[in-house]
């Protein structure tokens, strides 16, 4: 939001200030997605192609009609591509091997519109005729065939093209590295996420200091020099659902890490992974790898062992600020900060997690239909938070607490069904909070309702079952099923068709036994069939009692065993059900009084500022939804305006004390409580104390500090905590 203050920016939209995100930065919100997601999305639901016609070319041949009900698919691409990195070209041969499951005389392709076709020609060496939609910006490319070739017979169209391909979101050819997603439309696709055999030879002008991976499942890339020019030759050893390449520059070589030699996991699991990163940072991967490593059994563990036995990180994304990752069949490519900031307390503990999970999940098990995400980005965050239970669970109980309050902030609340059409219908914010909170959260309330043992049998069935294909959320639900023995249609439609969220009440009945406490579960705004374990923390005076119910329908009575008196019941102490919770509703609440705060500043109406900060504080007196941090902090600016430095001062300091629900906000506002504390200071001609507020502020450290911001009172100016303080200090 450039241009626009902090003060009176939602909690969510503050938060994504800090690179706290999975997968983005600030900047270009649509482009985060990890995977190859979005591609999907295009392809499938991107209108029919509109094609120019000129007189001199002919129609599609007579057999262009069964092109209707024809399905061509492609079976392998091979391809030798060149770049001349410092301009961002490419020139590039790519045979394509097809079989079509009816007759057919001309086959559908998407390629990049600014690359340009030089040739498309057949087996024969024939010259085929190709016409380019003439929509802007259309990546349709229609090539007819000399004549029409038989069903189910296999047939290769071979292109030559070059250019500077119009490259947005997550692809660069830089002469610092060189990331190409299948979305990039690099090569003549059929079907960007179809499993197909793939083999590329990557040549680079200057090759000395480039390192080049490809989605093959290959550790690392052979130089091997053919005419005098190295290439970098990569072939897959099986099928391959995605074809794309990364390269990086780096002095360092990739990998070898520990005592020479690439890092590999305990048995009985043997995962090698190398790491690529930049010369400053290459002594991460020491860290890194062995992490990676770590993931790869322990996902291998839980689900089954990938096809991969290798894996490559990747430092790419040259640039851009945030946690940025991109996961494609054995390498994964982060940016920058997700290296340099690796270990820094609370920086993004899910993230590594969740891309290593997408090994599996959509790489290894692609997606059925864009409708089908809940498959890919819930369930790899899901994953991540198992991971975190077991190594830091703090780290995973606070990242539930984020998605529970968060998860449901947004009103109306969207279907966790829409899936992946949320990045295109939604802002960053929401496809989050939906589809990687909520959609997480989901998969948690799976383990209350069938039991976690069965979720992991099942998900061990998916895996082996779908490896190698694409599935959906209807074949997930047969899977779950069988296992369970249950019928799971209502949990299905309710939790990820609908937006209805379930509200649980406990409520204790008199007429109980010495040693023994009576009560009822009520679930409401559920149907009928709802049912799930719900857990309690009974507190007496001898000590906790941990007690869990089944419920049916609306209301569930039960009775416990208990010592000593009831002081207090916690329901579902761990948060293990996706419902409402007082955190959650204060949380709306809060956010909806704080809507026009942006606006009251820009009109200078602080006043009426501070009143509507301190409903928003008095709504939940508790701080149970943790956002005092963020409106204490909005006051403190708020009062600075206004001049009143001692009132401005208090509120700072409350600042310091409290925390927000994650690290990079918690850090992002203390280093600007510092930056104004500082400032008052200086006001009072105090350059002593500013100096030390200053110091006090650079002593925080954390990657928060570099987050670069512009106040409303300087809308004009982009900068960071770390520059102001760094300024002060002096
Ligand atoms: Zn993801």
Redesign the pocket.
């Known amino acids: 939001m450039p241009g626009r203050g902090i003060s009176g920016v939602p909690e969510k939209a503050l938060r994504s200030f800090a690179p706290s995100h ?2 983005g930065t600030q900047d270009d919100k649509r482009a985060l ?3 190859k997601l979005v591609a999907l999305f295009a392809v499938l639901l991107s209108t029919v192609g509109v094609y120019g016609r000129t007189p001199a070319q002919e129609q599609p041949k007579p057999s262009a009609p069964a092109a209707r009900t024809q399905k061509v698919t492609a079976e392998r691409y091979e391809i030798d591509i060149a770049f001349e990195p410092d301009r961002g070209f490419l020139r590039a041969k790519a045979a394509v091997t097809l079989r079509a499951n009816a007759p057919t005389g001309a086959v559908e392709f998407e390629l990049n519109p600014r690359l340009e076709i030089k040739e498309v020609s057949d087996e024969k060496e024939r010259k085929l005729e190709f016409e380019r939609s003439r929509r802007i910006g259309s990546t349709r490319l229609l090539v007819r065939l000399a004549e029409a070739v038989a069903a189910e017979q296999s047939f290769v169209v071979t292109f030559a093209y070059e250019g500077v391909p119009l490259l947005g979101g997550l692809d660069y050819i830089t002469k610092d590295g060189i990331l190409l997603r299948d979305e990039a439309r690099w090569y003549p696709a059929v079907d960007l996420s179809a499993f197909t055999g793939f083999s590329v030879n990557v040549n680079l002008a200057e090759p000395k200091w480039w390192w080049v991976v490809a989605s093959t499942g290959q550790a690392t890339s052979f130089n091997r020099t053919f005419a005098n020019s190295v290439w970098h030759s990569f072939q897959a050893s099986g099928l391959v659902s995605s074809r794309s390449i990364a390269a990086t520059r780096s002095e360092q070589p990739c990998g070898p890490l520990v005592d020479g030699r690439p890092v590999k996991t305990s048995p009985p699991l043997q995962y090698e992974v190398r790491t690529c990163l930049s010369s400053p940072l290459a002594a991460k991967g020491g860290e890194l790898a062995p992490l990676v490593g770590r993931l790869l059994q322990a996902n291998s563990i839980l689900l089954g062992t990938s096809r991969w036995g290798s894996l490559v990180l990747v430092q790419g994304f040259p640039g851009q600020r945030g946690a940025i990752g991109y996961s494609a069949p054995g390498f994964l490519v982060v940016s920058e900060d997700v290296v340099k900031w690796h270990g820094s307390p609370g920086y993004a503990p899910e993230f590594l997690p ?2 290593i999970a ?1 090994q599996w999940f959509p790489i290894e098990v692609t997606l059925t239909r864009v409708e089908d995400g809940w498959l ?2 819930s369930l ?1 965050s899901y994953l991540a938070w198992r991971y975190l239970q077991e190594t830091s669970p703090a780290e995973a109980r606070a990242m539930v607490a984020r998605a529970m309050r968060d998860g449901l902030e947004h009103e109306p609340l969207r279907p966790i069904g829409l899936g992946l059409r949320l990045f295109a219908e939604e802002d960053w914010d929401v496809t989050y909070a939906t589809l990687y909170q909520r959609g997480m959260l989901v998969f948690r309330t799976l383990e209350t309702v069938i039991g976690r043992s069965r979720v992991d049998a099942a998900l061990r069935e998916y895996y082996k079952r779908y490896a190698g294909r694409s599935a959906s959320i209807a074949d997930f639900r047969k899977v779950c099923e069988e296992i369970s023995e249950r019928d799971l249609g209502w949990f299905f439609d309710y939790y990820l068709e609908g937006t209805r969220i379930p509200e649980i009440e406990l409520r204790r009945l008199s007429g109980a036994a010495p040693g023994e406490m009576l009560g009822e579960i009520i679930v409401r705004n559920v149907p009928p069939e709802f049912h799930a374990r719900v857990e309690m923390q009974i507190h007496t005076t001898e000590g906790v009692v941990d007690h869990s119910v089944a419920t049916r329908g609306e209301v569930t009575p039960f009775s416990a065993s208990v010592r000593g008196q009831v002081t207090g019941i916690t329901l579902d102490p761990d948060a293990r059900i996706l419902r409402w919770t007082e955190a959650a509703r204060r949380n709306r609440q809060q956010r909806d009084l704080l809507a026009n705060l942006g606006d009251l500043e820009a009109e200078k109406e602080f006043t009426k500022a501070l009143e509507t900060t301190q409903q928003a504080l008095d709504a939940d007196p508790e701080n149970l939804a943790a956002n005092h941090q963020q409106i204490r902090f909005q006051r403190g600016r708020l009062y600075y305006r206004l001049g009143q430095s001692a009132r401005a001062m208090q509120e700072f300091a409350r600042v310091l004390e409290l925390t927000s629900l994650d690290q990079p906000a918690t850090d992002l506002y203390r280093a600007w409580a510092r930056v104004y504390r500082a400032r008052i200071a200086l006001r009072g001609g105090n350059r002593v104390a500013a100096r030390a507020e200053a110091k006090a502020g650079l002593a925080i450290n954390a990657p928060a500090l570099d987050t670069e911001i512009s106040w409303m009172e300087t809308p004009a100016k982009k900068t960071s905590a770390a520059e102001e303080l760094r300024a002060l200090a002096k």
Do not use: L, W
């Open positions: 999975p997968h997605v990890c995977v969740h891309e997408h890919a980005e790899a």
